[in-house]
């Protein structure tokens, strides 16, 4: 008797694993997709994001850095003043200026 409720607990507690490990497959590929495009997006180079600010009057580049998701970027605006920038990866949007001290 106890042989046998063991072995239905088992056939049990199995199907009830493998019908959760299969749902649980399902529902992220669904979701998982999105991710995947925009994760594929190209990001700039330095010699990009150089080129990009130079052309809005940017110049004397003093530092260019790749962050996380951004550049920073120290150099002197149209108007001669020492500035930080921050520049978006993938995009090539200035996120942030800010007077360089």
């Known amino acids: 008797m106890k042989t046998r409720h063991a072995v239905i607990t088992s056939v049990l507690c199995s199907a009830l694993l493998l019908g959760g490990a299969a749902q649980a497959q399902t529902q ?16 700039l180079t330095i010699r990009d994001v150089y080129d990009r600010l ?40 200035i996120l942030r200026s800010r007077f360089d001290d």
């Open 54 to 93: 130079e052309k809005q009057g940017y110049k004397n580049f003093r530092e260019i850095e790749r962050e996380y998701r951004h550049f920073d970027v120290k150099a002197d605006d149209a108007q001669g003043q020492r500035v930080k920038v921050r520049v978006d990866m993938y995009t090539g949007e």
């Open 28 to 43: 992220p590929t669904t979701a998982a997709a999105p991710q995947a495009t925009s994760q594929q997006q190209t990001a």
